[in-house]
């Protein structure tokens, strides 16, 4: 029988919105200078009576799908299975707690539906994309949510809003912790304010000598002392390129000497994902100590060095994770993959919720469980993808802050909404201040759902 809280879906509207970047960003061997994001309404029913919920995501195609493809067959792939997502989410008719709703379509519809989709392509599209383009549609369920019972989504994750435990999603390796708990009993009382990490792209200039005539003039800066000066900034997130160590090396040396004068205190390193032997990004790591201990101190742990894939690349990585923490990032998919990836030496878990809302939850329990640290990493998200973003990060207990990077890379797109959650979309003194969201119902979005003007939308059911 349903219980009393219980919904179901009964509608949803998808959208497309384009947006170009003011500075290029790189991935890997790609660079993007625009994207689509996506964003879904959600309409859920139940006793208590109807709430529409809000997601968003943007469809980031050279991160989801690193490919020789041409980047429009993938982005329009995306865009499409997208599209036929929302069909199937309006179409969706299991009963209960979004937490068990978006378990149950990750589960049991995303992996057929994939593998439909893919069935005639010459290179299938990756599961990562597949989460990515899904999440907006499990992020509107939760929203919608806490919406109708009138609270804020993080407070409805206990036993008077769920109707089975976390022993009903979760294995344990030993006896079952999770038997008689609840998301909530792993998550932290949210601080108002967060430290922001600030995104030194591959292609951000450090100084002028670095200049090639393509910086905007837009008001806002482009070198990185002036960012960390005009945001107060304590913490950078290195962009790198994991196949030449001698740049590699150079680039956060450099980034060091900018940054470490002006306050920074914590870094990161982030290897892009195509490193293929541990013992490279050793040698960095080990260069650094012996050359410039005072940067090697301040780096606080190193992100998703290896390939997306973990099953395909079962890499062991003690080496690595002996040096600095080291956290998975693309390779987390879901809490299977945090567990495999924790036998090979794994540390910590970058927790996205482009991945969907009910995945992150999952992964964040069962590393929570295992002793392993986390972190919120950006999708450079803007407009509403900004708010369960940094509400994740408010409850996950980070190892420091959030990572937001939607103002160096397109500041106005957000404008309209930061109207509405202005310490959202601002880093002041290091910080976003999240005070806005944390007691209003669903995610806190409040009036920013209805601030812009939307195209048509691409399905509505």
């Excluded at 369960?388 to 890379?409: C, D, K, S, W, Y």
Aim: aromatic share 10%; with cysteine.
């Amino acid at each position: 029988m349903p219980g009393s809280t219980d919904v179901r879906v009964v509608g949803v509207s998808l959208y497309f919105l384009p947006i170009a970047t003011r500075m290029p960003l790189k991935f890997g061997g790609e660079t993007l200078t625009s994207v689509t994001v996506a964003r879904a309404s959600v309409q859920v029913s139940g006793v208590a009576g109807t709430a529409t919920g809000w997601g968003e995501t943007p469809l980031s195609v050279q991160w989801v799908w690193p490919s020789a493809l041409p980047y429009e067959e993938r982005h329009v792939a995306l865009k499409d299975f997208t599209s036929c997502l929302a069909g199937a989410w309006a179409g969706f008719d299991e009963i209960g707690h979004p937490m068990e709703i978006g378990h149950a379509f990750l589960e049991r519809h995303l992996p057929l539906l994939l593998d439909e989709f893919n069935r005639d392509r010459a290179e299938p599209m990756p599961r990562l994309a597949a989460l990515v383009c899904c999440s907006l549609f499990d992020l509107a369920v939760h929203d919608a949510f806490g919406t109708l019972h009138r609270r804020p989504t993080y407070t409805t994750y206990t036993a008077e809003f769920m109707n089975r435990d976390l022993a009903a999603y979760l294995a344990a390796d030993a006896g079952d912790p999770f038997a008689g708990r609840y998301p909530a009993d792993y998550l932290t009382t949210p601080a108002n304010r967060l430290d922001a990490w600030h995104l030194v792209g591959g292609k951000d200039p450090i100084d002028e000598s670095e200049y090639d005539g393509s910086e905007p003039d837009d008001g806002y800066p482009v070198l990185l002392a002036d960012w960390i000066r005009r945001d107060g900034l304590r913490c950078l997130k290195v962009k790198l390129r994991g196949d030449d160590a001698a740049w590699d090396f150079e680039r956060l040396r450099r980034v060091g000497e900018v940054a470490l004068p002006l306050g920074v205190t914590a870094l990161s390193a982030d290897f892009n994902c195509t490193v293929h032997d541990p013992e490279y990004v050793n040698e960095i790591l080990d260069r650094l100590k012996a050359d410039v201990p005072r940067l090697f101190e301040r780096i606080l742990y190193v992100e998703q060095p290896f390939p997306y894939d973990l099953e395909a690349h079962p890499i062991i990585v003690h080496g690595v994770s002996a040096r600095k923490p080291l956290f998975m990032d693309e390779s987390a998919h879901d809490w299977r993959l945090v567990r495999m990836g924790r036998g090979l030496g794994w540390t910590g878990v970058a927790l996205k919720t482009c991945k969907t809302q009910t995945g992150a939850l999952l992964s964040l329990c069962w590393a929570r469980e295992h002793g392993m640290a986390l972190m919120v990493q950006d999708l450079t998200n803007p407009m509403l993808a900004q708010i369960p973003h940094v509400l994740l990060a408010a409850h996950a207990g980070t190892i420091r802050g959030v990572e937001t990077n939607a103002m160096q890379f397109y500041p106005e797109a957000s404008r309209p909404e930061a109207a509405i959650h202005p310490g959202v979309y601002a880093r002041k003194d290091g910080r976003i201040d999240v005070s806005s969201l944390l007691e209003a119902p669903g995610f806190g979005y409040g009036e920013a759902v209805s601030v812009r003007e939307l195209p048509g939308a691409v399905f509505s059911g």
